[in-house]
Nanobody, 122 residues
Framework: QVQLVESGGGLVRPGGSLRLSCAPS??????MGWFRQAPGKQRELVAG???????NYADSVKGRFTISRDNAKNTMYLQMNSLKPEDTAVYFC??????????????????WGQGTQVTVSS
């Protein structure tokens, strides 16, 4: 059973930055992603990264967010810059232990973190 531990959420002003971290238990070489869910909305893929480092982003965050992974530290990151109020949501890291590509379907991810709140407000 894989456990994903997230950290780094919080309250930030519009235009500010945050970095989220996700550390899986054990050594993982799988596709991973960051999803977010705002109240009343469906969970959506924000960014994904394969074990080989290929990435994919939601159009709404391209140019502002960067996903990365440090295999030596067994940790995935989401650097979020130029944050907007519409980025406010609970952010979840997720791991797909089956596919080698990035899927936008949350149902295809096998393991999930507990979620971390990101609030962008002045």
């Amino acid at each position: 059973q894989v456990q994903l531990v997230e950290s780094g959420g919080g309250l930030v002003r519009p235009g500010g930055s945050l970095r989220l971290s996700c550390a899986p238990s054990g050594t993982i070489f799988s596709t991973m992603g960051w999803f977010r869910q705002a109240p009343g909305k469906q969970r959506e893929l924000v960014a994904g990264i394969t074990s080989g480092g290929s990435t994919n982003y939601a159009d709404s965050v391209k140019g502002r967010f960067t996903i990365s992974r440090d295999n030596a530290k067994n940790t995935m990151y989401l650097q979020m810059n130029s944050l907007k109020p519409e980025d406010t949501a609970v952010y979840f890291c997720a791991l797909d232990d089956v596919r080698g590509y990035i899927s936008r379907a949350s149902s295809l991810y096998d393991y999930w973190g507990q979620g971390t709140q990101v609030t962008v407000s002045s």
